[in-house]
C-alpha cells in the first residue's frame, strides 16, 4: 500500500510528557501536512511543508509544538509538555505541487489519537 | 472554522433513501473538497470542485459546486450502510491548506 502512514495510531500519556508522532507520506508528494482534529470539529491546519522547508506555521501550534522534515520524506510532529487540552486526532496528509501551486488533492493518513490523562 | 457551514449537523435515514447535505461559505471558494470519514480514522478522498456549475458523480455520491462557486451540495441515491461515516466538505482559497467545515454525522438504518 502507497498511502500516507501514521505511527503510532494511537498514544495515552501523563500530562507533562513529550510525545513523537511520525508521518510517510506517499512517496513522490513533496507536500506535506499536519492538522488536528478534536471532537466534532474539523480538521484544523496546524503547518505544512514543501520539501523540507516548513512554509507556514498557524497560531493554533504553541511552542510546544514542534515539527520537521529533515530530508523532505518523512515527518514527525513533536509536542512537549502535553497538557490535557492536547488530546485530539493528528491527521497527516500529503500533495503535489507543479509550479509552486497544489493541484492535486491532499490524501489523508488514518491519524494518530492522542490521550493525554 | 466558522467560514464553512455545513447542514445537516447530522442525519438519519432509512437504507435506500435518498439524501442531502449541502456546504455554504461565506467567501468564493477556489475549490471546494468532500471528503468521508469513519469514526475515528482518516479523511478518505471523494472528489473535488473547482469550476461553478461542476458536477461530479463516484458511484452512487454526486456533488454539486453553485455557479457562483460559494455552495455545494452532496447528494447520495439509494443509501447503503456502508455510506455510513462523516461527510466533511473543504474550501480551497488558493493559500495551500485546507478549511474544514465541521462535518454531517450520517447514520443510516438497516
Known amino acids: 500500500d502507497t498511502g500516507v502512514s501514521q505511527d503510532p495510531r494511537h498514544k495515552i500519556t501523563k500530562r507533562g510528557q513529550n510525545v513523537t508522532f511520525r508521518c510517510d507520506p506517499i512517496s513522490e508528494h513533496n507536500r506535506l501536512y499536519w492538522y488536528r482534529q478534536t471532537l466534532g470539529q474539523g480538521p484544523e491546519f496546524l503547518t505544512y511543508f514543501q520539501n523540507e522547508a516548513q512554509l507556514e506555521k498557524s497560531r493554533l501550534l504553541s511552542d510546544r509544538f514542534s515539527a520537521e522534515r529533515p530530508k523532505g520524506s518523512f515527518s514527525t510532529l513533536e509536542i512537549q509538555r502535553t497538557e490535557q487540552g492536547d488530546s485530539a486526532m493528528y491527521l497527516c496528509?500529503?500533495?503535489?505541487?507543479?509550479?509552486?501551486?497544489?493541484?492535486?488533492?491532499?490524501?489523508f493518513g488514518p491519524g494518530t489519537r492522542l490521550l493525554v490523562l | 472554522s466558522q467560514e464553512l457551514e455545513q447542514s445537516p449537523q447530522s442525519l438519519i435515514v432509512q437504507e435506500g433513501k435518498n439524501l442531502t447535505i449541502n456546504c455554504t461559505s461565506s467567501k468564493t471558494l477556489y475549490g471546494l473538497y468532500w471528503y468521508k470519514q469513519k469514526y475515528g480514522e482518516g479523511l478518505i478522498f471523494l472528489m473535488m470542485l473547482q469550476k461553478g456549475g461542476e458536477e461530479k458523480s463516484h458511484e452512487k455520491i454526486t456533488a454539486k459546486l453553485d455557479e457562483k462557486k460559494q455552495q455545494s451540495s452532496l447528494h447520495i441515491t439509494a443509501s447503503q450502510p456502508s455510506h455510513a461515516g462523516i461527510y466533511l466538505c473543504?474550501?480551497?482559497?488558493?493559500?495551500?491548506?485546507?478549511?474544514f467545515g465541521k462535518g454531517t454525522r450520517l447514520h443510516i438504518l438497516p
Open positions: 496528509a500529503s500533495s503535489t505541487t507543479v509550479s509552486g501551486r497544489s493541484v492535486e488533492t491532499q490524501y
Open positions: 473543504g474550501a480551497d482559497r488558493r493559500d495551500d491548506k485546507i478549511i
